[in-house]
């Protein structure tokens, strides 16, 4: 089972990715472009972000998190090297310098490693989203073991996003998705687990500015159980905790949405994306966590076809990457 759960877990932040790629910035934008976002479209002429990029594509959110994945493959574990190796590569691959995808922290911390400046210092001022966006791959290689997924995260926070508050929102992640992969796992748990990490993480890195992640969680999951209407719940979650580039709101969002959809990775994708923001990211985390707890099976096999048959997705031979994960694993253990 270990292994389905790594399958869900990559499937499940491609899927979030992919699904939530074409929504606008604003849901009541969202709203009247698509009605209501229930599958996978093309990235609309006009985003900012995503114009022209075809329907089921992920995006760095993705990228970023295969490539740590097979960094820590190859290197036996989750490294500072290994890390900067990841980030670096990926950034080089995609023509970061010019990429309209690459966020302001990633691009300010690999900018600063290619002069040659010191990767501890080079996430001084990463504050943003990327964090957390890449870091699920970090707990599927700790399943049962939110502890050792908050150490973990938290190097590969260091190169790009060294500050308290980045790492706890990562922190937040990697605990989840690591209690996720219990047999046994609730969404109580997962929940609880997301909360520890991001108060634990908060205790690391460059004390930096921010709300507590922490509370950003427990205030979206308590919106997401209102019993309003999805779109009224999902236009507060916007309001009141958000979805720009702020790890803190993005953080708290995914877990809205995941106690909304009941952690099931289809409809926690749907949320992710009518949500709107920065919805790609917001649901690749959400979906991430989903995925783990639900397996492979919990994602529908059509989907998990659609994106087999994006040549980006399919380059990163995600099925090979788990089987690598699963085997890492057990070297662990």
């Keep these: 089972?270990?292994?389905?759960?790594?399958?869900?877990?990559?499937?499940?932040?491609?899927l979030g990715d992919a699904w939530g790629m074409p929504a606008y910035f604003d849901p009541d934008q969202t709203w009247k472009a698509y009605?209501?976002?229930?599958?996978?479209?093309?990235?609309?002429d006009d985003h900012e972000v995503h114009a022209g990029l075809p329907a089921a594509r992920i995006t760095d959110d993705s990228e970023q998190a295969f490539s740590l994945a097979r960094a820590y493959v190859k290197r036996g574990g989750v490294t500072l090297d290994a890390t900067i190796e990841a980030i670096v590569d990926w950034y080089d691959r995609t023509g970061g310098d010019q990429s309209r995808y690459v966020g302001p922290s990633t691009r300010r911390g690999v900018q600063a490693l290619k002069r040659g400046e010191d990767p501890y210092?080079?996430?001084?001022?990463?504050?943003?989203?990327?964090?957390a966006m890449r870091v699920s791959v970090v707990g599927?290689?700790?399943?049962?073991?939110?502890?050792?997924?908050?150490d973990e995260a938290h190097i590969s926070c260091i190169p790009t996003h060294n500050t308290s508050v980045a790492i706890s929102g990562a922190c937040a992640v990697a605990a989840a998705v690591a209690v996720a992969m219990r047999e046994d796992a609730t969404l109580d748990a997962i929940i609880a687990?997301?909360?520890?990490?991001?108060?634990l993480g908060r205790q690391k890195g460059n004390p930096w500015l921010g709300p507590s992640v922490a509370r950003r969680i427990d205030m979206a999951v308590d919106i997401a159980r209102k019993g309003s209407d999805p779109r009224a719940r999902l236009r507060e979650l916007y309001d009141v905790v958000g979805t720009s580039l702020s790890i803190?709101?993005?953080?708290?969002?995914?877990?809205?949405?995941?106690?909304?959809?009941?952690?099931?990775?289809?409809?926690?994708?749907?949320?992710?994306?009518?949500?709107?923001?920065?919805?790609?990211?917001?649901?690749?985390?959400?979906?991430?966590?989903?995925?783990?707890?639900?397996?492979?099976?919990?994602?529908?096999?059509a989907i998990q076809a659609r994106l087999d048959a994006d040549p980006i997705f399919a380059g990163y031979h995600v099925p090979q990457l788990a089987d690598q994960i699963e085997q890492l694993v057990a070297r662990r253990s």
């Design 193 to 199: 687990a997301g909360m520890l990490g991001a108060e």
């Design 248 to 301: 803190v709101e993005t953080v708290g969002a995914a877990f809205g949405v995941l106690v909304m959809a009941d952690a099931d990775p289809r409809q926690t994708a749907i949320y992710a994306a009518n949500l709107s923001g920065d919805a790609d990211t917001v649901g690749a985390i959400a979906c991430a966590i989903a995925g783990a707890y639900g397996g492979i099976d919990a994602i529908p096999q």
């Design 1 to 14: 089972m270990l292994k389905h759960k790594i399958l869900g877990g990559l499937y499940g932040q491609a």
């Design 140 to 150: 599927l290689l700790h399943p049962n073991d939110p502890m050792g997924a908050i």
């Design 121 to 131: 210092t080079t996430g001084h001022f990463g504050d943003t989203n990327g964090a």
């Design 35 to 44: 009605g209501w976002i229930e599958d996978f479209l093309p990235g609309p």
